[in-house]
């Protein structure tokens, strides 16, 4: 089995920074497609962030592109999620996710696509 398991969450001021975490364990370690979801209170979860291990490639969803940055740390099984400039919008239940797949799955495919998941972390910005 595999898991996953974000930390890092906080409450930040407007225009703060925060780095989230995700250990990944088990078979998810196999995973060659990474990503984070966000889940504000009456939203959807949507992707802000997948990154493609074989292709070594990052993209972002429009609303944090410029100011959120995704990275993995292979050596400690770890998916990072660097958040700058934070805005209230950016408040939510963040969730770190992945799979094993061929073909990763992009930015506005479904959650459904990704097999692991983690508890999520949250996120709260406030003025």
């Known amino acids: 089995q595999g898991q996953l398991a974000e930390s890092g969450g906080a409450s930040v001021q407007t225009g703060g920074s925060l780095t989230l975490s995700c250990a990944v364990t088990?078979?998810?370690?196999?995973?060659?497609?990474m990503a984070w979801f966000r889940q504000a209170p009456g939203k959807e979860r949507e992707a802000v962030a997948v990154?493609?291990?074989?292709?070594?490639?990052?993209y972002y969803a429009d609303s944090v592109k410029g100011r959120f940055t995704i990275s993995q740390d292979k050596t400690s099984s770890t998916l990072y999620l660097q958040m700058n400039s934070l805005r209230r919008a950016d408040s939510a239940v963040y969730y770190c996710?992945?799979?094993?797949?061929?073909?990763?799955?992009?930015?506005?495919?479904?959650?459904?696509?990704?097999?692991?998941w983690g508890q999520g972390t949250q996120v709260t910005v406030s003025s």
């Open positions: 996710a992945a799979v094993k797949r061929t073909v990763c799955p992009f930015l506005a495919a479904p959650s459904t696509d990704y097999r692991y």
């Open positions: 088990g078979d998810a370690v196999w995973s060659n497609c």
């Open positions: 990154r493609y291990d074989i292709t070594g490639t990052s």
